[in-house]
């Protein structure tokens, strides 16, 4: 037998030895440093979805308001004589709705055709008055649900007269 082998053997009778002070606060310390860090990680990440979200909501309007405007200019096209106001009903009344809705202005800011229901229509008429007519986005609440509106400006053209697309949608379920 070794000298070591008996003090070996008298550690393992009396247990294990306490942490010492210095290893508590090593623990301790890394710990903290560790819940900080992924609490920054869920931040940032909760962070980039909004912002994500966002973008996508945006982009998905504005090919809305694209769509908008092909479409009335097609039925335009169809229907030379007809004037703004019945081409956009024409447009409103074979446009398939889905979770997306757009509202179109004339000149004067008048609701001509629409496929809102009649309680949101005014709310996104009012959100593009003259202080935020140059905003390129807009947040609105309508019955509990928040909705964002993008604008497009269409200048006169193919016999139109200029007028206004505002889409609005939500990425609330």
């Known amino acids: 037998m070794t000298s070591a082998e008996p003090a070996r053997a008298a550690a393992s009778r009396r247990g294990r030895q306490p942490l010492s002070r210095l290893r508590l606060r090593l623990a301790a310390v890394f710990g903290a440093v560790f819940l900080a860090a992924l609490s920054l990680v869920a931040v940032g990440s909760?962070?980039?979805?909004?912002?994500?979200?966002?973008?996508?909501?945006?982009?998905?309007?504005?090919?809305?308001?694209?769509?908008?405007?092909?479409?009335?200019?097609?039925?335009?096209?169809?229907?030379?004589d007809s004037g703004l106001r019945a081409v956009v009903e024409d447009v409103a009344r074979e446009w398939v709705v889905g979770p997306d809705v757009w509202v179109v202005l004339d000149s004067s800011d008048v609701v001509i055709?629409?496929?809102?229901?009649?309680a949101l229509r005014p709310r996104l008429r009012n959100a593009w008055t003259a202080p935020r007519r140059d905003a390129a986005a807009l947040d609105i609440s309508h019955d509990g649900q928040e909705f964002r509106a993008v604008p497009r400006r269409i200048v006169a053209s193919a016999g139109l007269p200029?007028?206004?697309?505002v889409a609005a949608g939500?990425?609330?379920?």
């Open 46 to 80: 909760l962070g980039w979805l909004m912002h994500e979200s966002t973008r996508r909501l945006d982009d998905r309007l504005d090919t809305l308001t694209t769509g908008v405007a092909r479409a009335i200019a097609l039925e335009k096209a169809e229907y030379p």
């Open 113 to 118: 055709g629409s496929t809102a229901d009649s």
């Open 162 to 165: 200029d007028y206004t697309i």
């Open 170 to 173: 939500s990425t609330e379920g």
